[in-house]
């Protein structure tokens, strides 16, 4: 596609479960980044990848959160055991390289732990 | 270590009237610095960026922002307003040096409410 897609872009979970949240970038961005965005604040940065090695994950909250990337292309965002201070929007952002360049935002994945 | 503080959570100006929201940076490298836009329930979306080239940069929809250096300010402004221009507004910050993976650092965000 044009853009960075995200999958689901709603998810409600249980507290207790794990939910895992896709990012698809845009093709030949090498460079990924996860956010997440809480109600009404900024956004906090989570976990960036070049290719698909993460150099800064420095982010993530806790050892609940973990991410991978495969083929320097899609990325997953895995929550275990889903606490209800996770519900947010997760945003995933691509760019072509890093340092400068734009960083291309998706649309996120709202997620609400119940 | 980078920041980024945007002065002013909410803003509110009326139809036609200029627009200024603040930001200021933190960095010990030279920076780099975004201005996004976010509709209600979308994505974020790039309105302007500066690089180390002009420091008045123009963006989409009319926006400009300055870099100052002496003042460590990108101060975003529109010369009118339009209703449409209702949105929240984040000033990002990364560094030159690709130290960090360019990853951005951003401030807490400015909603912009405009009035008829």
């Known amino acids: 596609g044009a853009g960075v897609s995200q999958s689901p872009s709603n998810k409600v979970t249980e507290k207790g479960k794990d939910v895992e949240l896709r990012c698809d970038p845009i093709?030949?961005?090498?460079?990924l980044y996860w956010y997440r965005q809480r109600l009404g604040q900024g956004l906090e940065f989570l976990i960036y990848?070049?290719?698909?090695?993460?150099?800064?994950k420095s982010g993530l909250p806790s050892d609940r959160f973990s991410a991978e990337r495969t083929g320097e292309s899609v990325s997953t965002l895995t929550i275990q055991r889903t606490q209800q201070e996770d519900s947010a929007v997760y945003l995933c952002?691509?760019?072509?390289?890093?340092?400068?360049?734009?960083?291309?935002f998706g649309e996120g994945s709202w997620l609400t732990v119940v | 270590a980078q920041s980024v503080t945007q002065l002013g959570s909410h803003v509110s100006v009326s139809e036609g009237a200029l627009v200024l929201l603040r930001c200021n940076y933190s960095?010990?490298?030279?920076?780099?610095l975004f201005w996004y836009v976010q509709y209600p329930n979308q994505g974020l979306q790039l309105l302007l960026k500066y690089t180390s080239a002009a420091t008045l940069v123009k963006g989409i929809n009319g926006f400009e922002a300055e870099f100052k250096k002496s003042e460590t300010s990108f101060h975003l402004t529109k010369p009118s307003a339009h209703m449409s221009d209702a949105a929240e507004y984040f000033c990002a910050v990364s560094d030159t040096l690709g130290n960090q993976g360019g990853k951005l650092i951003f401030g807490q965000g400015t909603e912009l409410s405009v009035k008829p």
């Open positions: 952002a691509s760019s072509v390289r890093d340092s400068g360049n734009t960083i291309y």
């Open positions: 960095s010990s490298v030279p920076p780099y």
């Open positions: 093709s030949g961005h090498t460079a």
């Open positions: 990848f070049q290719g698909n090695s993460a150099p800064d």
